[in-house]
Every structure is written in C-alpha cells, then in structure tokens.
C-alpha cells in the first residue's frame, strides 16, 4: 500500500514511529531512546533511512507489559 510506512500493518502490529510510539508509552523521546537503547523495546531504522527509529505496536505492548506505561512526561 504506497511506499509510506506509517500505519502500515504486518505480523507485528502497525509500524509506529517515535512519535506515536511515545503517546502509547506516555513517555517523551529520551525516554523511548533510552527504552531502545536499553533493550527493552525493539526498534529498528528501515534501510537506507539515516534518521529516526520505527517500532511495531506489539513490541510497544510487549515493552509496556515489561516496565508499565511512564506517567511522568518529563
């Protein structure tokens, strides 16, 4: 369905990106940076792109069952 990913559905849910992944989690971006670059939320950057990080929503899920939902947004 076109070449632009978001909301584009597969196995593992919609594709996400920081943005919405954020909103899911109620954390800010340096918190989701520092979810991925702890291990506890997959992410992966599509070939070719040299910015931003794109998550699937069950791996959102999956983090959120791992640490709970951030309630503090700063």
Do not use: H
């Not at 559905?9 to 989701?32: S, V």
């Not at 959120?64 to 309630?71: A, D, S, T």
Request: charged fraction near 30%; include cysteine.
């Amino acid at each position: 369905s076109g070449d632009d990913m978001t909301g584009e559905i597969d196995a593992r849910g919609q594709r996400l990106n920081w943005r919405q992944a954020c909103e899911i989690l109620g954390c800010g971006k340096t918190q989701f940076y520092a979810l991925v670059s702890s291990g506890k939320l997959s992410a992966y950057r599509p070939e070719g792109c040299k910015r931003g990080l794109w998550v699937y929503e069950s791996d959102v899920e999956a983090c959120i069952r791992k640490v709970g939902r951030y309630v503090d947004k700063n």
